[in-house]
């Protein structure tokens, strides 16, 4: 059916679908969307014992001048909800790499705090991590294929960001 209720036409019906190519290519970045981070799990998990997601809340709060960030921003920085960066950070706490404290420049917002145990954890696996992307990801592409592998991912992040047209 088109806007107006009227049935849509058979090339507007065509459309729809996916070419031969079209299909091959999304299927391939499908199959890289969900075998990679599963990839890249299981080594941390077995060399870390991090998940990929740890080992980001972790990366990412390193990157803060004072290993601080909000608990809201984080979960955005990692790509989960709040409620399972709430879980997650709870193991990270149990192990002693992170605390969480209220904002002291509002109080309504939790920050996380990556603790010297948590950084030490994220040197120790980042040895292994970097040397997994690197063989699975970065040696198998030119520097301008990489690049515009970065900037293609960008480009469909922010089509994902952006509200509905």
């Known amino acids: 059916m088109t806007e107006t209720g009227q049935p849509a036409s058979d090339d507007q019906q065509a459309d729809l679908w996916l070419g031969p190519e079209q299909l091959s290519s999304w299927v391939s970045v499908a199959r890289l969307i969900t075998r990679l981070p599963w990839a890249i ?15 980001m ?77 690197r063989q699975l990801v970065i040696d198998n592409l030119s520097a301008e294929r990489l690049r515009r592998l970065g900037q293609d991912a960008e480009r469909i992040l922010q089509r994902i960001d952006s509200p509905a047209r």
């Open 41 to 55: 799990d299981a080594q941390l998990q077995r060399d870390s014992g991090l998940s990929l997601p740890e080992y």
């Open 57 to 133: 809340a972790l990366a990412m709060l390193s990157e803060q001048d004072d290993r601080t960030m909000r608990m809201s921003t984080l979960a955005d920085q990692v790509s989960v909800s709040l409620s399972r960066l709430s879980h997650l950070v709870k193991r990270l706490e149990s192990r002693g790499y992170v605390r969480r404290e209220p904002d002291p420049s509002d109080g309504r917002f939790t920050n996380a705090i990556l603790l010297p145990a948590g950084f030490t954890a994220l040197e120790a696996a980042a040895i292994g991590h970097v040397t997994h992307v």
